[in-house]
């Protein structure tokens, strides 16, 4: 689950992978402009794709995807607590 | 709970890489009690990358030479009984060498008598407007799909930047179905002519590289020399790329027109940076080479820094490539063996000269290719002045050059005004270009430095930090007598 939708993916690609595949390029938009933002150097180094793993914000190319596995982006946590 | 004590451990290996991985089988081979620490699911590193495990192997997939070369590594590891750590990440390490980690069971503390560190390095590119698009993305980035995700990063890419990366990542693409628009080599024709006597030494090598021209010709793909990326519009759903004549600094000719190419996607990556936040972290005395990657460690051959029990292996203490690093990594850890008195001085000198002799042949190769993805100071100069060079913090060009000119001297001081380098990434993917731009102003890179290393080293929370410890934990001393 992502964002409340079910996202089809296979066992182990990572969350990061699973997304681009389903067309969801972008992950977030940047802080200051506002700009949209994706994954980019996938190996967990730029933080680009940083999302809520539970209670712990992890770059989206480092979470293998998993049956039941929820996922939030920052935007998405930050409108649904306010 | 009160915080418990760190476990104590001869060496701690940090990166399960061909260097890390190797350097601790030898250690625990000299009988040293060794933890592998890794982020990653599992060893290999970038080069040496698993597919998930259940991927598509069933899948008729033929296993490239470096799955091949990883499994072994793997077995190897997993027979070893050496304590691997994956899925942990290093977020902070103490002036004792004292490392905290990350796990999916939370925060545990380590005390190593010696650190190792060999985390690689990360990928430099030289931004331009439209660098941050989604769909844009790295170089390695590409590699990593292609190899572990079995994914493509769109239908149509144009492939940029500089290196070998460039053209196994074209033919990669083209292997696995997809388009190339267009590959944009920073480089010229004679500049890999002159890498061919260090190849000499490796003639796979450069086979594989005639193979992989070949695959592009026959597909039709252009290759364009000395060219480079100006700028990527989003155009309806695609991009728009284009691409400019670039001098041999890499710096764009204006008055040439760019060639213009259609793509859903872009792979551009100029070259490898050693990762250095952790010996930064701990004050490590480093220097500027910019044929290594950039600032590196201050190291000898087996990788002894300036600080005590601190080493450092592979790529990541400069850039030499994948098959030197394992040699590198087992010259560390017999420095590690020796300096922890587990070696005699006789056979640490014997291990040492039989292991350098390993290192040479390939580390010259992989120094040649490293001269290749060194950073042009041209490319840098043609940063349009709006291009966000800071991710993290969306810092554009023009305010870095601002700083410059009201007086911001360092790395630290350009961080402090402009916030560049002071967002999540701890200032590793722009940290280069930005020390480049900073010291044309001031005049060297050992004058502006870099970033000093800070914790934490990859995002945490204070939750996660503090675990179970409570109000009733906190240490109240006795009040002291009226």
């Known amino acids: 689950m992502v964002d409340g939708c079910t996202v089809n993916a296979f066992e182990g690609e990572s969350v990061a992978a699973a997304l681009f595949a389903m067309g969801r390029r972008e992950l977030r938009r940047s802080p200051r402009n506002g700009a949209p933002r994706g994954m980019f150097c996938l190996m967990g180094s730029c933080q680009e794709c940083l999302v809520w793993v539970g209670r712990r914000k992890q770059p989206a190319c480092q979470v293998p995807a998993a049956e039941g596995l929820q996922i939030e982006s920052l935007d998405f946590r930050e409108q649904r607590l306010g | ?482």
């Open chain 2, 1 to 482: 709970m009160a915080e418990a004590p760190p476990c104590p451990i001869d060496l701690l290996v940090i990166g399960a890489g061909p260097a890390g991985a190797r350097a601790a089988l030898r250690a625990q081979a000299y009988g040293l009690d060794v933890l592998l620490v890794d982020e990653n699911p599992d060893a290999g590193g970038q080069v040496w990358r698993p597919l998930p495990p259940g991927f598509a192997r069933a899948a008729g997939i033929q296993p490239s030479s470096e799955a091949v070369q990883g499994d072994a590594l793997r077995a190897k590891l997993r027979g070893s009984g050496i304590r691997c750590l994956f899925d942990h990440k290093v977020w902070n390490v103490g002036s004792s060498l004292r490392t905290d980690l990350i796990g999916p069971e939370g925060v545990t503390s380590w005390q190593p008598r010696a650190l190792l560190v060999a985390t690689g390095t990360t990928e430099r590119v030289v931004p331009f407007i439209g660098w941050t698009l989604p769909g844009v993305v790295g170089l390695a980035a590409a590699t990593i799909l292609l190899k572990s995700q079995n994914m493509l990063p769109g239908r149509r890419t144009v492939v940029a930047g500089s290196g070998p990366l460039l053209l196994a990542v074209a033919s990669g693409i083209l292997k696995a179905g997809g388009e190339v628009a267009a590959v944009l080599d920073l480089a010229t024709r004679s500049d890999w002519l002159q890498t061919l006597p260090s190849l000499a030494g490796r003639p796979d090598l450069l086979w594989q590289g005639v193979q992989w021209q070949a695959r592009l010709r026959k597909a039709g793909v252009p290759l364009l020399y000395r060219h480079g990326i100006a700028s990527v519009d989003a155009v309806g759903g695609g991009f728009r790329v284009h691409a400019q004549p670039v001098d041999r600094t890499g710096a764009h000719v204006a008055r040439t027109a760019p060639s213009i190419f259609e793509a859903d996607a872009v792979a551009v990556g100029h070259g490898l940076v050693p990762g250095t936040d952790i010996t930064r972290l701990l004050r490590a005395r480093h220097r500027y080479e910019a044929t290594r990657g950039g600032w590196i460690a201050d190291a000898d051959a087996q990788g002894r820094t300036s600080v005590a029990g601190l080493y450092v292996a592979g790529d990541g203490a400069g850039i030499a490539g994948a098959a030197a690093a394992g040699a590198h990594g087992e010259l560390a850890a017999v420095a590690c063996a020796h300096d922890l008195g587990r070696l005699t001085a006789e056979a640490h000198a014997r291990e040492r000269d039989y292991l350098l002799k390993q290192w040479y042949k390939p580390a010259r190769f992989g120094r040649a290719m490293a001269g290749l993805m060194a950073l042009r100071e041209g490319a840098v100069a043609s940063i349009a002045p709006d291009t966000v060079v800071c991710r993290c913090e969306d810092v554009t060009r023009a305010e870095i050059d601002a700083a410059a000119r009201d007086g911001a001297l360092d790395m630290n001081q350009l961080k402090a005004w402009t916030r560049c380098g002071m967002g999540p990434c701890q200032g590793r993917t722009c940290g280069d270009v930005a020390g480049a731009l900073l010291a044309a102003h001031v005049g060297s890179r050992e004058a502006v430095g870099c970033f000093t290393g800070r914790a934490p080293l990859r995002p945490v929370s204070l939750a996660e930090v503090a675990g179970d410890y409570t109000y009733a934990d906190i240490p109240i001393p006795k009040a002291a007598p009226l």
